[in-house]
């Protein structure tokens, strides 16, 4: 699990490589932190408005629900580097992040 | 992640995760780590950096400490429109009293003023200035010198890293419940890692609620969403519902007794000698519960009233709402209070998790354990920082050079670690040293704590990396041990004067600042045996460059 590329094969494969192992990580980071801050901040939205109409109070709704997007934030960013393919950790992210953000909008537009 | 783009199994790319995570902000979670677990003993600090307040010793019963602050109010603010008073418990020796000067009704915590009070004599005392231990508290959660929301994303972001670290470095170990049992001490990485694993192993629960309620601790800044959702983006009424909505509101704006009251009892009440009975009734009502604070309202008017709360609270569960009995200062009689709350599961949870992090209920036992699980998070996160440097070594030897970042980690630890204890020692000695009376003393202190941080790294840039980690850590180390000295000789209760007083707080600083100069003791002497060691062995043969230019301790 050495990184260095260096030590790893010094033909010249190894730039391409490189690059591509650059753009993976890049690729995963941002699906990690920006897309798994957005899930976790559409999944708040969402409870926080779902919540209080399936009878629970405001108060016990927003604890729920924060705490909950926290968990959703952590297991997204988990998720983006346990994942074999980086396509599919990055789509897998970022797809329903943006539907539910796209939904929250809508939501609170309409509210 | 592999370079190579091959497939690996989830420890494999956890264990990369866990690097890399911890790496990437390791430095600021060791300082966030370090200020928070001081913090548990920010009054006991701040008591010991006001060494005027230690000739103030409790008497036995808080009866007496009541009536001499209150005659001592009426003297010094008797047209306030509010007093409090905070009675002395076993971490402060003094009466707190902050009292509100008329026309000030709305000027909000500005307008209040404060004062210490003596506990026998209620005479004033006035210390020296400082920000105590609430610098170190404030610097754990909005360092310095920043925006204030600027400051707590940045602390957010990390503790975020540091959840994920957390959880990948779960998953990485398959014998968690083993490493625990496991240390091979002398033994270079395997030692490291073994110790990374039982700190971490060790307080888990610890790190994991820490961690997690230091997020909800946030929550306002880095998750607002639900607040927004559910209350349509009013925070005034979620602020007000979760402080308790209607105790509040009387709070605000309590009522006097009723009806008419004139005659005899037009005199102001004479709340000396009122206190007495009012705090024996209470101890009647909540056996084994003590009053934490007494606030009078409208003190120096007949209809007064007089509201006594409890010290810390019985449960975790009902955050801050510790219970309350407001009695009218004339008669003496009982008024109706407001009632505690009942929170439900979700808020229960949530209360607990944030008031363990805050220790707002904590007695000495349970404040005691709460910092040596924070040391155990210290620990953590430093022998983290260090291993990741120990464990590329073979690959600085076989390159015959040090890759940058290799240097900057490797620098950047010996500032953190070392540095910061250096900073925070400097902190305390600048407290003793400044004078008095100086002008700008609270931010020369402050400032005094940065330089020592700044000299720690420019010392750590140009001194080999070994006898940067030797020097500095002896340094902290003797500065530590000679604080209990210092003590006495600039005005504060020494050891022998704060145990036979029965001053445990002041003595608990004292205690500490000799086990933290132990601490730093400890790596200058294994880093020096371990090199004689080395030096022993390889005597006969051909003596080993590499051995010697061994970077960490």
């Not at chain 2, 009522?255 to 102001?268: E, H, V, Y």
């Not at chain 2, 600085?396 to 890759?403: A, E, F, I, S, V």
């Not at chain 2, 910061?420 to 600048?430: D, Q, R």
């Not at chain 2, 371990?530 to 010697?548: E, N, W």
């Amino acid at each position: 699990m050495h990184l260095t590329p260096s030590r790893k094969s010094p033909a010249p494969p190894l730039q391409a490589g490189l690059a591509r192992y650059r753009w993976t990580i890049a690729l995963r980071s941002i699906a990690a932190i920006g897309g798994g801050y957005v899930l976790a901040a559409a999944s708040a939205d969402w409870l926080g408005r779902l919540l209080p109409v399936l009878g629970m109070s405001r108060l016990e709704a927003v604890a729920t629900a924060t705490m909950l997007a926290f968990i959703v934030h952590a297991c997204a960013a988990i998720w983006a580097f346990a994942v074999a393919s980086t396509r599919r950790a990055t789509l897998g992210i970022v797809l329903p992040a943006a539907v539910l953000a796209a939904g929250a909008w809508a939501a609170g537009g309409a509210a | 992640m592999r370079l190579d783009g091959k497939a690996e199994g989830l420890r494999q790319s956890m264990s990369w995760l866990h690097t890399w995570t911890g790496i990437l902000l390791g430095g600021l979670l060791y300082v966030i780590f370090f200020t928070g677990t001081l913090s548990y003993f920010q009054d006991e600090i701040s008591l010991w950096m006001k060494p005027e307040l230690h000739a103030s010793v409790p008497p036995a019963t808080t009866e007496l400490s009541a009536q001499a602050a209150m005659a001592s109010m009426a003297r010094i603010a008797p047209d306030a429109s509010t007093w409090t008073l905070t009675l002395p418990t076993e971490r402060r020796t003094t009466v707190g009293a902050s009292w509100r000067p008329p026309g000030q009704e709305n000027a909000g915590r500005a307008g209040l003023k404060r004062a210490e009070l003596d506990a026998v004599t209620g005479e004033q005392i006035t210390p020296r200035e400082t920000r105590g231990g609430g610098f170190l508290y404030r610097f754990h959660f909005e360092l310095h010198s920043m925006p204030r929301a600027v400051a707590r994303w940045i602390v957010g972001i990390a503790t975020m890293f540091m959840f994920v670290a957390i959880i990948s470095g779960v998953i990485t170990h398959k014998k968690i419940f083993a490493d625990f049992f496991t240390f091979r001490p002398r033994k270079g990485q395997r030692s490291w890692l073994d110790a990374h694993n039982a700190s971490a192993v060790l307080a888990l629960p610890f790190h994991i609620v820490i961690t997690f309620s230091g997020l909800l601790l946030f929550m306002a800044t880095l998750m607002p969403w639900a607040i927004e959702s559910a209350y349509q983006g009013d925070r005034q009424a979620y602020n007000a519902e979760r402080r308790g909505g209607g105790a509040q509101a009387e709070q605000r704006a309590p009522r006097g007794p009723r009806g008419g009251r004139d005659g005899a009892s037009a005199q102001p009440a004479d709340l000396a000698a009122a206190i007495g009975p009012m705090l024996a009734q209470t101890r009647q009502e909540w056996p084994g519960r003590s009053v934490g604070t007494i606030t009078v309202n409208r003190p120096g008017k007949p209809n007064a009233t007089v509201e006594l709360r409890e010290h810390g609270s019985e449960s975790m569960i009902s955050r801050g709402a510790s219970k309350r009995l407001r009695f009218d200062a004339a008669s003496g009689k009982l008024l109706d209070s407001p009632p505690a709350r009942q929170p439900s599961t979700a808020s229960a949870i949530f209360n607990v998790m944030v008031v363990a992090h805050l220790g707002d209920f904590a007695g000495p036992a349970v404040r005691w354990l709460l910092f040596l699980s924070g040391v155990m998070g210290t620990a953590m996160v430093g022998t983290g920082m260090v291993l990741w440097v120990v464990k590329r070594l073979p690959e600085r030897r076989k390159l015959g050079h040090t890759p940058w970042g290799h240097h900057l980690v490797e620098k950047t630890n010996i500032a953190v670690i070392a540095g910061l204890a250096l900073a925070t020692a400097g902190y305390f000695w600048s407290n003793r040293l400044l004078p008095f009376d100086m002008a700008g003393r609270t931010g020369w202190e402050i400032n005094a704590f940065f330089i020592v941080w700044l000299a720690s790294l420019l010392h750590a840039i140009v001194r080999p990396a070994r006898a940067a980690w030797i020097e500095q850590c002896i340094a902290a180390s003797l500065l530590f041990a000679l604080l209990p000295l210092l003590n006495p000789l600039t005005g504060g209760h020494g050891l022998y004067t704060s145990l036979q007083a029965g001053q445990s707080s002041i003595a608990a600083f004292d205690l500490a600042m000799l086990a933290l100069a132990a601490i730093f003791a400890a790596i200058p002497f294994h880093m020096l045996r371990k090199q004689r060691r080395a030096a022993a062995a390889t005597a006969p043969a051909a003596p080993l460059a590499p051995a010697s230019t061994s970077v960490t301790p």
